[in-house]
């Protein structure tokens, strides 16, 4: 045992032959071995990787819990024509913003872009979903996310080259953790509302609203006055309209 100084180049094996190159560890059988039939440098037995600059500042290394940590002082900078991320289960962003930004000249079709995909190698099929967005908070202090909303896109066809027709959904939750349907846009551009959620909109204050009630009626309420305008106004009833009101003026200003 001691100490070789190398004051140039050092040449081992031959080329196109190569020879195995190891590093012993103060650790028995620890250490790091080149191997040259495999043209791969490797980690023996529990040796962990850890790549770091001499004040320790920024490094990559692997943690006791499996994780491969890369650690920068202040910016990661990761820069390549395309960067792909693989995982069999999910990507996990813990940052309380996440920027995406086109730095391209502006134009009616530039612009940030969230992308959300699914491809199983097979066409999509009616009731499929192509992608949700899920928005989620703790209920306690335990770590127990719950989603409260979410919007999904379903295709509402069996895609083919000739159709792509998608409904987008919206959710909410009033409740414990139980996410119900509230509107649809469909395909064909209809906003529908499901059975379960009734018609109702209204300022803040909740003055003035249109709301379809219990009884099956569908309310209009004004705070003062009901302005409709239009050239030629119909009403078609089965059976009877009827107003209720102490007066009924019908004024012609020609």
Same mark, same amino acid.
């Given at each position: 045992a001691g100490t070789t100084?190398?004051?140039?180049?050092?040449?081992?094996?031959?080329?196109?032959?190569?020879?195995?190159?190891r590093f012993f560890s103060q650790t028995a059988s620890e250490g790091?071995?080149?191997?040259?039939?495999?043209?791969?440098? #490797?980690?023996?037995?529990?040796?962990k990787l850890k790549f770091h600059d001499v004040g320790g500042g920024e490094e990559i290394y692997a943690s006791a819990?499996?994780? %491969?940590?890369?650690?920068?002082?202040?910016? =990661?900078?990761?820069?390549?024509?395309?960067?792909? =991320?693989?995982?069999?289960?999910?990507?996990?962003?813990f940052a309380p913003e %996440?920027?995406?930004?086109?730095?391209?000249?502006?134009?009616?079709?530039?612009?940030?872009?969230?992308?959300? +995909?699914?491809?199983?190698g097979a066409a999509m099929a009616s009731g499929h979903r192509l992608g949700v967005i899920e928005f989620a908070g703790a209920e306690d202090d335990a770590n127990n996310d719950i989603v409260g909303a979410r919007?999904? #896109?379903i295709c509402d066809a069996a895609w083919s080259?000739?159709? &792509?027709?998608?409904?987008?959904?919206?959710?909410?939750?009033?409740?414990?953790?139980?996410?119900?349907?509230? +509107?649809?846009?469909? #395909?064909?551009?209809?906003i529908v509302l499901p059975t379960t959620t009734k018609l109702s909109f209204h300022d803040e204050s909740g003055g003035e609203n249109i709301v379809a009630s219990? &009884?099956?009626?569908?309310?209009? &309420?004004?705070?003062?006055? =009901?302005?409709v305008?239009?050239?030629?106004?119909? =009403?078609?009833?089965?059976t009877e309209v009827l107003a209720e009101t102490p007066e009924f003026i019908i004024e012609n200003t020609t």
């Open positions: 100084l190398f004051s140039g180049n050092a040449t081992f094996g031959v080329d196109d032959t190569g020879v195995d190159v790091v071995l080149y191997d040259a039939s495999e043209d791969e440098l #490797a980690l023996l037995l529990t040796t819990n499996g994780h %491969l940590e890369i650690n920068a002082g202040t910016t =990661l900078d990761v820069t390549a024509p395309t960067i792909e =991320l693989h995982a069999s289960t999910e990507v996990g962003v %996440l920027v995406i930004e086109n730095t391209a000249t502006s134009s009616a079709t530039a612009g940030g872009k969230l992308y959300l +995909m699914c491809d199983d919007i999904e #896109a080259a000739t159709e &792509n027709g998608a409904d987008l959904l919206f959710y909410t939750t009033n409740a414990n953790a139980s996410q119900t349907e509230r +509107m649809r846009i469909t #395909a064909d551009g209809e219990a &009884n099956g009626h569908l309310e209009i &309420n004004a705070g003062t006055t =009901l302005d305008t239009a050239p030629t106004i119909e =009403l078609y009833a089965s």
